[in-house]
């Protein structure tokens, strides 16, 4: 019988996963800790997986239905899925990151916790079920302005910065008891300072004491009407340059030494302001929205194959961190802004960028029928475009995608 790899949440860029495993000869099940619905079920491909199964909550019979399967490793797709994948391959003797610090690794307000007691730069916060003492907090730091944004979710869903108490009364009390874009109800929520200055997402894989860097992005951003976060754009660095990061990829290499990260791959977004890097959030598990499938591209060392060998085979994965990282075109990620309001009647943008000679793929969220509004955190913009080719060609693209965003052109309103 071949082995087998489970793949809790196997969606978004966790959906590349799959073919990579089948591809040396592992069968491939999938573990669902909820329904499928939505852009869920649009990423999740069936064909690559010989099981699927809803997680109950008991983990006693997971076991038992797994237990007909000679298992190899199981790895988190997505967010959701990191706690159950590496507490269930600590239980069964598979790779897996360090159990006493699981607590850290989702929980925002423990990861920065973990990484203060391990001597490093944290953001000032609070974490609370009630808003009266996130007031007291304000008002003793009396300093403005901060973020509000729940403990367990991702992206940037429920984040708002605030300016003033009623603000950030209004961003905990809309966010507080929801359920949340993973699927969590929002039990508690985090209050932070603002760092003021360039975030930038700090892609690795882990395995055999190291740490391997695979993409250094840089993002570029803007506040929206509301206090939530619009980001615009990934620029990714090439590897030639990243000796200039050193500073920053060395602290990402000590948030993820203190968070017990042993194995797989992660994605630590960090802010670089006057007084050097400070941690945003970092996820033991691969960047989403299908960057990965971009990376691996143009990259002379494939991060999804990196990432199967850290889980599954030591001596490829030592073997692959010795090579030179080097990339054979430029890529950017642009997120699509929205000005408008109502249905959409058509989507012309579609071939617009066709049209545009870098242009690799767009991801639209808008579609016709479908209700929209003016962009105002990353989860109501347009889509996403990626972009790969010489840098020259790829800002020149860009510069025709906002001049159509402005426009209003990419999509028609009723």
């Known amino acids: 019988m071949s082995q087998s790899v489970v793949i809790v949440e196997p969606y978004s860029s966790g959906a590349l996963l799959a073919e990579r495993f089948r591809r040396l000869g592992y069968q491939c099940i999938a573990l669902h800790l909820r329904p499928l619905s939505g852009t869920l079920s649009a990423s999740f491909r069936s064909n690559d997986f010989v099981r699927s199964i809803t997680y109950t909550g008991r983990p006693e019979e997971l076991l038992r239905e797994l237990g007909e399967f000679e298992l190899a490793a199981i790895v988190p797709g997505q967010e959701a899925g990191v706690d159950l994948a590496n507490a269930m391959s600590a239980q069964l003797g598979l790779a897996h990151n360090d159990p006493a610090m699981a607590f850290a690794r989702r929980d ?8 203060n007691a ?4 944290n953001i000032d916060q609070i974490k609370a079920s009630d808003f009266s003492e996130v007031e007291r907090w304000l008002t003793a730091r009396s300093s403005w302005p901060v973020v509000i944004k729940p403990v367990l979710s991702g992206g940037t869903d429920g984040v708002r910065i605030c300016d003033n108490v009623t603000q950030a009364r209004d961003a905990f009390e809309s966010e507080i008891g929801k359920v949340n874009l993973l699927g969590f109800r929002n039990e508690e929520m985090l209050a932070q300072e603002l760092v003021e200055g360039v975030e930038y997402a700090i892609d690795t894989v882990s395995g055999g004491g190291r740490h391997k860097v695979v993409s250094v992005a840089r993002y570029a951003k803007e506040r ?17 340059e990243w000796c200039e ?3 920053l990829i060395e602290y990402s290499f000590g948030v993820l030494d203190a968070l017990g990260v042993k194995v797989g791959p992660s994605h630590t977004e960090v802010f670089v302001d006057d007084a050097g890097p400070v941690l945003v959030e970092s996820g033991a598990r691969l960047c989403g929205a299908m960057v990965p499938r971009y990376v691996d591209a143009i ?3 494939s991060p999804l194959d990196l990432a199967i060998a850290s889980y599954v085979d030591p001596v490829r994965f030592a073997s692959m961190c ?3 990282c080097r990339y054979t075109d430029h890529l950017e990620v642009v997120m699509l802004k929205n000005f408008q309001s109502g249905t959409v009647k058509s989507v012309p943008g579609k071939a617009a960028l066709e049209t545009l000679g870098t242009v690799r793929d767009v991801f639209w969220y808008a579609s016709p029928g479908g209700q929209v509004k ?8 347009l889509g996403l475009v990626f972009l790969t080719g010489p840098a020259d060609l790829v800002a020149s693209d860009m510069t025709n995608i906002r001049e159509m965003e402005a426009a209003g052109s990419l999509i028609a309103i009723d």
Do not use: W
């Open 245 to 247: 990061f050193a500073d």
């Open 108 to 115: 925002k307000y423990n990861m920065h916790q973990a990484i």
């Open 374 to 381: 003016p962009t105002n955190d990353l989860l109501s913009s």
């Open 224 to 240: 929206g009407v509301n206090g939530g976060p619009i980001y615009r754009s990934m620029c990714f660095i090439p590897p030639q």
């Open 322 to 324: 010795s090579l030179e």
């Open 118 to 121: 391990a001597g490093l730069r």
């Open 299 to 301: 990259s002379t060392v």
